[in-house]
């Protein structure tokens, strides 16, 4: 079982940056994907990236590509994701979550995080 909890959101004008954490605790983590998703108001959550726990492999959304980057610290089990040149439509609720197979369908993921909360101003 992994357990995620999130942290890092808040209000920034657009254009700005923020950094979102998210602590891992469990067992085996290099089996695991680790992965970040948002979802806007009155929109489904859509997968944004995604690193492996092992490997270090990862992809991201073309919307956040050269803005947004996920990175791990196996030493203090922590996922983060570098959010630059924030846009309003970035605006949404960002979960981290932890599956063992790779998929943009947040059904096929196993653990979340509560979420936290990034709105960006014009």
């Known amino acids: 079982q992994v357990q995620l909890v999130e942290s890092g959101g808040g209000l920034v004008q657009a254009g700005g940056s923020l950094r979102l954490s998210c602590a891992v605790s469990g067992r085996n983590l290099r089996n695991y994907i680790m992965g970040w998703f948002r979802q806007a108001p009155g929109k489904e959550r859509e997968f944004v990236l995604y690193?492996?726990?092992?490997?270090?492999?990862?992809y991201c959304v073309d919307s956040v590509k050269g803005r947004f980057t996920i990175s791990r610290d196996t030493a203090k089990n922590t996922l983060s994701l570098q959010m630059n040149s924030l846009q309003p439509e970035d605006t949404a609720v960002y979960y981290c979550?932890?599956?063992?197979?790779?998929?943009?369908?947040?059904?096929?993921?196993?653990?979340w995080g509560q979420g936290t909360q990034v709105t960006v101003s014009t």
């Open positions: 690193i492996s726990w092992g490997s270090g492999n990862t």
């Open positions: 979550a932890a599956g063992g197979k790779l998929s943009s369908s947040p059904s096929l993921w196993d653990y």
